[in-house]
């Protein structure tokens, strides 16, 4: 995350089509990006692990062919996308669904249904260069962004569910994957992408026109066979005068200097008639738990299937030190654990390898401490004043947002006074069976007061089986915890 945050004017600004003015009445539309925390090079990071999500999940066409023609398409309209230059991927999936979606960074994804529906290459790019103008927009972000704001309280818990910036925000608002936050778009998000795809296939010596033709062609495909269509128009909800307002652009843009196609789009075509159909959507879903790609992984996301397996070395009983960037804290953990330190926040997840798994598209802790700090005013509610708060109800609030977002997790009776540190603290136990593992999972929380009215709190996650081996290294982390306030 950027350092620089985000202003609370730019928050509520909605993305708008800002006209050109000046002396051409020629020019072109043009269009700002709306506000984003997330960095260019997160996008790319976000983007990443979503699209290897994705491939778990969907079928990649492997025929090397069909896949380098589409990437000459892209490419092409890459080298013509305005915005930051971001590493721009292409990939056919063997489903026969009429789809194409484009993650943040530049992964697109495009159905062989797509191919299959378009009447020629420049129908083809027009839905690459939308989805391409989504990236450069950087819409998916954006709308993450919203939705990660919209539920400020969750940031705070930030160590809670991930081992860095990206993943703590993506593991708030519904994790890393096929997230509807990046493939379903607002109208006037889906108008930006019509008018700078548009501009962009003009630049690359397509006919922006081709992009208005190949909505007319799904659409009147439509009408015979919605299911195929559906979750296209879902993503892409049509804006008014969608045609009409591609064709005025085009105008607006006034001409484009046709290139020949990258090459043979009919070829392309009936290559793919010539190969076993492909599945819907709907029938992959189905065969999913026998799909051979789902077996023999361990630790890692399983989409369709059971609970994750997770076994981790026992913690050594050699320490190092943790200290945190800012100072604010130091502790000794396990020489065989790893620190995840949040780039954004004060939190760090200290964890052995194997430990943190990801889950539904989430990461989850299964072993390890979290450290991370606590505002209990920020959490409250707004009427109440927050100062003054006991240490007994600042930790109160700190395990009601832990119940609300691990809402599997118990509260086990009475709360024990501790000495963190020095100075008195509180420690609690919550206790539940974890959707993750399908085992019951013992979480003990150990908070003390911090500056500013925070709290400071420890974490020690393990399943119940093996919290008796996993004790003694949190209590040396609980005994060399040391907190600079
Ligand atoms: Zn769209």
Redesign the pocket.
Known sequence: MRESRFSLVSFFLVLSLVAASGPSLQAQTKVKPGFNIFSEEQDVEVGKQSAAEVERQLPVLKDSEIQSYVSRIGERLAGNAPGPKFPYQFKVVNVSDINAFALPGGFMYINRGLIEAARDEGELAGVMG??M??VALR?GTNQASKAYLGQAGLGILGGMMGSGATSEIMGAIGGFGLNSLFLK?SRS??EQ??VVGAQMMAKAGYDPVAMARMFETLREKSGRDPSRFEQFFS??PAPADRAQRIENEAKLIGGYDARSPVGDFRRVQSRLERMPPAQTMEQLAKSQPSDPRQSGRQGGDQPNSGPVRVSVERPSSRLRTFEHKDRAFRVRYPDNWQAHESRSGDGVTLAPDGGIVTYRGEEAIVYGTIINTFDPAAAGSRSGSSRQLSLEDASERLVAQLLESNNYLRRERGSRRVTVDGAQGLSMSLSGRSPVTDQDERVVLVARRFSNDRLIYMLFISPERDYDSFQPAFNSMASSFRVED
């Open positions: 939308h989805e103008a989504h819409h778009f998000a889906e992408a019509d993503s892409h």
